[in-house]
């Protein structure tokens, strides 16, 4: 079943922008991670955060978690043209499985 | 690295005929395996997992199988195909955590 939800669904950005992101998740997890899809590609691993981190960055990536209010946000900086992509969260509660949310699609405009 | 090969790459079929889809990877001995499906505009929903040769784990009650002949290759299988079965069809390498994806096969059922 799926955990994360992310928010907005869409979100269309100014190339030089930043687009954030939100995923609110349900249950307890281990890790929580973020994954970019191009159209009609595979997913790609951008970034992990465990759940006893607070913050994490990863180049033009910021990443925040908050246990508390389960959930979590995606800051991209400087958003280019090649940012264009579905962003998913995902949730690992410890059974080898991730259970992933419906994304949030992000179109950067030159 | 973690290669993840996928075939074919695009599927048109008609309904009652059967399905394989095969999934190959190259690095680590013993990953973890996972099938993905993905609805259009959708997130991922797991369909199956494998820790090792010939052990297979089912997430959702369907018209697929899966099979894991050996350690780095993984199948997905269907005896009868119905309308519902089209998506986006995603095989992922576990490694520490983190998922790493094919390319997809991407089915139509008509």
């Known amino acids: 079943s799926q955990q994360g939800e992310e928010d907005p669904q869409a979100l269309s950005i100014q190339e030089g922008e930043n687009a954030t992101m939100n995923c609110s998740y349900k249950?307890?997890?281990?890790?929580l991670q973020w994954y970019r899809q191009n159209s009609g590609r595979g997913l790609v691993h951008l970034i992990l955060i465990r759940s006893n981190e607070r913050e994490k960055h990863s180049g033009r990536l910021r990443v925040t978690l908050d246990t508390s209010k389960k959930s979590s946000s995606l800051l991209i900086t400087a958003s280019r043209a090649a940012d264009t992509a579905s962003y998913f969260c995902?949730?690992?509660?410890?059974?080898?499985?991730?259970?992933f949310g419906a994304g949030t699609t992000v179109t950067v405009r030159a | 690295s973690q290669t993840i090969h996928q075939w074919p790459a695009t599927l048109v079929q008609p309904v009652g005929s059967p399905l394989s889809l095969e999934c190959t990877v190259e690095g680590t001995s013993n990953p973890n395996l996972y099938w993905y499906r993905q609805a259009a505009g959708r997130g991922l929903q797991l369909l199956f997992y494998?820790?090792?040769?010939?052990?297979i784990s089912s997430e959702v009650p369907q018209n697929l199988s899966a099979s894991r002949p050996q350690d780095r290759q993984f199948i997905l299988s269907s005896k009868k195909l119905l309308l519902s079965d089209s998506g986006f069809y995603l095989c992922a390498q576990g490694v520490t955590g983190e998922l790493f994806f094919g390319e997809g096969s991407r089915l139509t059922v008509l």
């Open positions: 494998s820790v090792g040769i010939g052990q």
């Open positions: 995902a949730t690992d509660d410890g059974d080898y499985k991730l259970s």
């Open positions: 249950t307890s997890i281990n890790n």
